[in-house]
């Protein structure tokens, strides 16, 4: 199985900090990268998909970089409203897919 | 507008069977393209995919917890229902459906249903 590592588990960050967030894959994983964020008591909602593509909903100042097995989720000027825990998923193993185990995301 | 509903027991007692059922609208499980998944997350914990199944019956489940589960769809109804044997309570958790993307090999959860929560305890 792919193992999916992410870092920080946890952060805080003021508003209009830069934030980054790097997920690992324990072996090449191509572009196959979709992150999500989760707020509290919601289900979780998808960013960015093939490591890079952002959703439809999301805002500019959020996107994804990487390939093989290094990925990064950047917020480039952090808004109040980004507060939660972001996972990041691997399908290149699709259907068994793994996800990250999350990193918490606290505005000061 | 694509929308996902989990319904199922609160609480199960060890031992149990768990049947979860997904209900969406939206879009038909019948047709050429279509999945949905079943993922889980235990309180204050990561997410865990579980199982999926496709328009055409494929059917996929988690490696560690393939012999407990059993996924299966009623296309008339838009559902999708998800049972998981013998029940423990480390199988507390959220349980979410979600329908899966697929474009060109590239594969995604979108968008969840709100998740159910479901306590195992005697």
């Known amino acids: 199985d792919i193992q999916m590592t992410q870092s920080p588990s946890s952060l805080s960050a003021s508003v209009g900090d830069r934030v980054t967030i790097t997920c690992r894959a324990s072996?090449?994983?191509?572009?196959?990268l979709n992150w999500y964020q989760q707020q509290p008591g919601k289900a979780p909602k998808l960013l960015i998909y093939?490591?890079?593509s952002l959703q439809s909903w999301v805002p500019s100042r959020f996107s994804g970089s990487g390939s093989g097995t290094d990925f990064t989720l950047t917020i480039s000027s952090l808004q109040p409203e980004d507060f939660g825990t972001y996972y990041c998923?691997?399908?290149?193993?699709?259907?068994?897919?793994?996800f990250g185990q999350g990193t918490k995301l606290e505005i000061k | 507008q694509v929308t996902l509903k989990e319904s199922g027991p609160a609480l199960v007692k060890p031992t149990q069977t768990l049947t979860l059922t997904c209900t969406f609208s939206g879009f038909s499980l019948s047709t050429s393209g279509m999945r949905v998944s079943w993922i889980r997350q235990p309180p204050g914990k990561a997410l865990e995919w579980l199982a999926q199944?496709?328009?055409?019956?494929?059917?996929f489940y988690s490696t560690s917890l393939k012999t407990r589960l059993t996924i299966s769809k009623d296309t008339s109804k838009n559902q999708v229902v998800l049972t998981m044997t013998n029940m423990d309570p480390v199988d507390t958790a959220t349980y979410y459906c979600?329908?899966?993307?697929?474009?060109?090999?590239?594969?995604?959860?979108?968008?969840w249903g709100q998740g159910t929560l479901v306590t195992v305890s005697s």
């Open positions: 199944t496709d328009w055409d019956d494929d059917k």
């Open positions: 998923q691997q399908s290149y193993s699709t259907p068994l897919s793994s």
């Open positions: 072996q090449s994983i191509s572009s196959y």
């Open positions: 093939a490591a890079s």
């Open positions: 979600a329908r899966t993307i697929a474009v060109a090999d590239y594969n995604w959860f979108d968008p």
